[in-house]
């Protein structure tokens, strides 16, 4: 979601229930700035559309499911009737369905780690007993319960933007989703994003970082000067947005926004973080550190 | 065949306290559900009536219908919760409003299921006004919050939806995920009146 300005202003997803019907999410910091933002638009911009919206944050308890074994967890307490198999139901797929003999619920397969991933909601009174059930269920494949320490890691591992990226300063071209806004119609943010200051040769793109010995450690506000350049505020070419040790690659990475990124793959740069004293040299990344073509969450 | 059943649970397990002349309890057979207006709100507004058997609230009043099963608060000029009560205070006994669907009051309005949304609770006995006054921003005299008014505040940073029912008795609908800090707020209200 843009703001008129053209500047990030959240990230979430949206599910379309039926022909009139969207569920949309917004991340947990934002969600009030979100609703507030769609209300000024439902009443002001367009008060000739027919729409209303209301908050179900508290309706409903939602659990995200994620690893190889989130479908054979998920056939366990999804009734039958509702297939979920990768046919019926697949990457990107959203729905009604019933858990444990009729109760109503949701299933939306979206993926913020990137692994084979689902969200399923059921009414907040079941919102307990679904945790426990999942588990339940989850113990033959070694399910355990994560939390947002651990999804960082995986975002990043695979590339996902979130709120270090989506800082106030940033387009949708400098994350890498430029395609996602229309040049076919308007939409809010359109048209300002295309100013000339943020369509340079110079803009900044974000792309991964690896560290060139991989025994050295990244650190998030290190900014990025070429090779031979000083750590001057007229060298900087970018800075680290985000960064983790990664175990499945065995060493630190880290996200970040550097001028012409994409262009640059494979060119070593110096991130150079005076603050604590360290200057690191680091490689440009595709951002996709896992799974890049995506087999993972569509398999 | 899916081998696990779910227990249903309210936000405050049913909740049940008496503070001197004052009860607290969790009112927790009680479905809610809001019904925002299309643009073109004149379908809807008929539907309402002669299927719920109510009018459609000024925002800040609430209606009943003649049989008293449905309560319709008025939140905002195209929106209003719906309250009904429900035969068993049993969490599983709430389900869909049969007879909205059935009328068809679905096809030109919004309808929510909000019923999980909300922890519910009742304050009834002669302290409950002297309670809540101290954790109320709004003027709660009956001259200016009489019988049926309904509104949104906060009480503690929490958000609230207050209804007046009788001279001393209220419902207040606060956030399902923070339900025990509002029943704690509340009671230490109503301790601080009555010790």
């Keep these: 979601m843009l703001r008129e300005d053209g500047i990030l202003m959240d990230d979430g997803t949206t599910a379309r229930l039926d022909e009139h019907h969207y569920v949309m999410t917004t991340t947990t910091a934002n969600a009030v700035s979100v609703f507030r933002h769609l209300e000024f638009c439902r009443q002001c911009l367009w008060p000739g559309l027919d729409v209303q919206l209301i908050s179900v944050t508290e309706q409903w308890a939602q659990y995200a499911v994620a690893g190889p074994n989130a479908r054979k967890l998920l056939q366990k307490v999804v009734d039958t009737d509702y297939p979920i198999d990768n046919e019926s139901f697949p990457f990107m797929g959203c729905g009604n369905i019933t858990v444990c003999g009729g109760i109503a619920g949701r299933l939306f397969r979206i993926s913020f780690s990137g692994e084979l991933a689902y969200e399923i909601a059921v009414p907040t009174r079941y919102g307990n007993s679904m945790m426990e059930a999942l588990l339940q269920a989850g113990a033959e494949f070694d399910a355990v319960p994560y939390g947002t320490e651990a999804l960082g890691v995986m975002r990043i591992e695979k590339g996902h933007a979130a709120g270090n990226e989506l800082n106030g300063q940033t387009t949708a071209a400098n994350i890498g989703l430029g395609r996602m806004v229309s040049k076919k119609k308007d939409s809010i943010g359109n048209t300002l994003s295309e100013r000339e200051g943020m369509n340079t040769e110079n803009n900044l793109a974000l792309v991964g970082f690896k560290p060139v010995n991989p025994d050295s450690t990244l650190s998030a506000g290190a900014h990025f000067v070429s090779k031979g350049n000083a750590a001057t505020t007229e060298n900087d070419e970018g800075w680290m947005t985000s960064v983790a040790f990664s175990p499945s690659l065995d060493c630190s990475i880290g996200l970040g926004f550097i001028q012409r990124g994409q262009d640059r793959l494979g060119e070593i740069v110096d991130a150079a973080d005076p603050l604590r004293g360290k200057s690191t040299s680091v490689e440009i990344v595709s951002p996709h550190f896992i799974d890049p073509d995506g087999e993972r969450l569509r398999g | ?195």
Aim: with cysteine; glycine share 6%; proline share 4%.
């Design chain 2, 1 to 195: 065949v899916v081998d696990f059943t779910l227990q249903a649970q309210t936000p405050l397990r049913g909740y049940y306290k008496q503070f001197g002349d004052t009860s607290v309890r969790e009112s927790s057979g009680i479905a809610i559900y809001s019904i925002g207006l299309a643009l073109d709100s004149e379908p809807a507004l008929i539907k309402i009536k002669s299927s719920l058997g109510a009018d459609w609230p000024e925002t800040g009043s609430s209606t009943n219908s003649s049989d008293g099963a449905y309560r319709l608060l008025g939140l905002q000029s195209d929106q209003v919760f719906v309250l009904v009560s429900t035969p068993s205070a049993n969490a599983e006994q709430v389900n869909k409003l049969p007879n909205l669907g059935k009328s068809g009051l679905d096809k030109c309005a919004y309808i929510t299921d909000q019923s999980d949304s909300w922890a519910t609770l009742q304050i009834d006995g002669a302290s409950a006004t002297l309670a809540l006054e101290r954790m109320c921003p709004i003027d709660l005299h009956t001259t200016v919050f009489g019988i049926g008014q309904v509104t949104r505040t906060s009480m503690e940073h929490l958000a609230v939806i207050i209804l007046r029912e009788a001279d001393n008795r209220y419902l207040l609908m606060s956030p399902t995920s923070s339900a025990n800090s509002f029943q704690h707020a509340v009671e230490t209200s109503l301790r601080n009146v009555i010790e």
